[in-house]
């Protein structure tokens, strides 16, 4: 059960290059959230989804899409990069109990 | 509009003495939960312990415990015994029950245990 993982660790991208952040969760959760975490703050909610199918946008979508094929993955994807983007990224996931499970997260730079 | 407030940006405790960190929250609704999450220099964020707004005790795990004053619309973490790793942020977030169930955080506050 490794919980929830997200790929890749680190990243650096130039303007207006795209990339997908990866999230993947194996605990059958129906929620699972994006979030970015700017230095110095809390997070922040950019996406979420309650089930395979079902996304809606959080407090900060704009720059950001998301999808939800399966209840296993939620990708986050960035198609045009922008340094106002650079941050942390965490994935989280929940089931009915209030708990959020994050995964490691994301350390995204934009150059 | 839900809204999580940390004053203390910093903090410092002695090794194995007693350490508050306040959290102060603001909601109009009834039915919500209250949570801890600490985030060591790696970066993960760690499930600490969970309030909720109906639960009339309040809620421990381990070293750590939760002050719940509904009235006073505050969730105090209390980490007993500090240990030199818990040195971290800690952040204060709180969840309004039904949708989404979205999570509002604070900034944190940034815990230093001293030796």
């Known amino acids: 059960n490794a919980g929830v993982t997200q790929t890749p660790k680190f990243r650096i991208l130039k303007i207006g290059q795209s990339m997908t952040l990866q999230c993947t969760q194996d605990?059958?959760?129906?929620?699972m959230y994006w979030y970015r975490q700017d230095p110095g703050m809390g997070l922040k909610l950019i996406y979420y989804?309650?089930?395979?199918?079902?996304?809606d946008k959080g407090e900060v979508p704009n720059g950001y899409n998301v999808s939800r094929s399966t209840t296993e993955d939620f990708p986050l994807r960035l198609e045009l990069a922008a340094p106002s983007q650079t941050s942390v990224y965490f994935c989280?996931?929940?089931?009915?109990?209030?708990?959020?499970?994050f995964g490691p997260g994301t350390r995204l730079t934009v150059l | 509009a839900q809204k999580i407030t940390q004053t203390q940006p910093g903090m410092f405790v002695q090794e194995k003495e007693a350490v508050t960190l306040d959290c102060t929250y603001d909601?109009?609704?009834?039915?919500?939960?209250l949570f801890w999450y600490k985030q060591p220099s790696s970066g993960e964020m760690i499930f600490l312990i969970y309030?909720?707004?109906?639960?009339?005790q309040n809620a421990t795990e381990g070293r750590y415990s939760l002050n719940f004053q509904k009235a006073r619309k505050s969730a105090n973490l209390v980490i007993s015994a500090s240990q030199l790793g818990d040195s971290a942020m800690y952040f204060c977030?709180?969840?309004?029950?039904?949708?989404?169930?979205?999570?509002?955080f604070g900034i944190g506050t940034k815990l230093q245990v001293i030796p």
């Open positions: 309030q909720g707004s109906y639960d009339e």
């Open positions: 989804s309650v089930g395979a199918g079902i996304t």
């Open positions: 977030a709180m969840s309004v029950s039904g949708g989404y169930q979205k999570v509002t």
């Open positions: 989280a996931s929940r089931t009915g109990s209030d708990t959020q499970y």
């Open positions: 909601t109009s609704d009834q039915s919500y939960g």
């Open positions: 605990m059958n959760h129906n929620y």
